[in-house]
């Protein structure tokens, strides 16, 4: 009986120890693995911080490298520009020119486009330029409507006209027409 005794002894024993071993095993491991687990979040953190500031630092050259560009190619940019609206306005300007020499009555020509906006039936004034209008044949004028009066102005440029009808003020110079489209160009 006391052999009985002993074996069952040292069995609990056995199993005590073991469990108790078993025990302090996990505590320990579980001490591990939240030290492994602590270290990893800190090399993670340390690893994300360093990412940060190289993004941040190549996000910074990338911006300086933008505002170079920008200032080295926006002179080009406004050169080619201005090149290119002082060739269409010099072309727009021999065309015009060239117009001009070719038409048999650019006066009139200049009267009919400026009371292209003036109504039929409403009384018109067309100023011309003095010249001009001591050139024009009294037919021309006579052939206008009977609510237009024709008058001189030393403002009005050559082969011009200006009309007026109510708050409508028609201006068919050809000199007005370049600086419309020279501001359309934004030159």
């Known amino acids: 009986m006391y052999a009985e005794e002993l074996a069952r002894l040292r069995a609990q024993a056995r199993t005590e120890g073991f469990a108790a071993g078993h025990a302090e095993g996990l505590l320990a491991a ?7 687990e602590r270290e990893a979040q800190e090399r993670l953190a340390e ?9 941040v630092s190549a996000t910074a050259a990338l911006a300086a ?13 406004d050169d080619i520009r201005d090149s290119i609206v002082a ?22 020509d200049a009267v009919r486009r400026a009371l292209t ?11 011309l330029h003095p ?5 024009v044949p009294e037919g021309s004028l006579a052939g206008l409507p ?17 009309a007026e009808s109510g708050p409508r003020r028609i201006d068919a110079q050809l000199g007005s027409a370049l600086a419309r489209v020279q501001a359309v160009l934004g030159a």
């Open 146 to 162: 009977g609510s237009v009066r024709v008058v001189a102005d030393p403002s009005v440029e050559r082969a011009g006209a200006v």
């Open 87 to 108: 060739a269409v306005l010099g072309l727009l300007e021999e065309l015009l020119d060239r117009e001009l020499a070719l038409a048999t009555d650019p006066v009139m």
């Open 47 to 55: 690893v994300q911080a360093r990412w940060e500031r190289r993004l």
């Open 117 to 127: 906006f003036c109504p039929d039936d409403a009384p018109a004034v067309v100023r």
């Open 65 to 77: 490298a933008a505002r170079q560009l920008e200032e080295h190619a926006r002179p080009v940019a």
């Open 30 to 36: 579980e001490s591990v693995v939240a030290e492994v």
């Open 131 to 135: 010249d001009d209008l001591a050139e």
